[in-house]
């Protein structure tokens, strides 16, 4: 059970650390004020694209680094009760 646990929490760390390079990559190309003409509005819209993207990554990766941090916390706690379960050695 523990070592089933553990390779959930493996998987879901391994996919958040992947979300939050992908967010980094995303995010260098977003640029903190925008100047446009009105002949460069498609740039707005790329813009506005991109940070919707940013804050959907965003929700995902507070949802998944929640979860690895509870399933941590159960792979702790599960750990802790197994080793005080055992029986004593003489």
């Not at 879901?12 to 977003?30: D, K, P, S």
């Not at 446009?36 to 919707?52: D, N, P």
């Amino acid at each position: 059970m523990l070592s089933a646990l553990t390779l959930v929490w493996a998987v879901a760390t391994v996919i958040l650390i992947a979300l939050l390079i992908y967010r980094a990559v995303l995010g260098q190309h977003e640029g903190d004020q925008l100047f446009l003409s009105a002949g460069e509005q498609h740039m707005a819209e790329e813009q506005q694209l991109l940070v919707s993207r940013l804050q959907a990554i965003g929700r995902y990766s507070m949802i998944l680094g929640s979860f690895s941090v509870l399933l941590l916390l159960v792979i702790a706690g599960l750990w802790t009760y197994q080793q005080l379960m055992r029986p004593p050695i003489s």
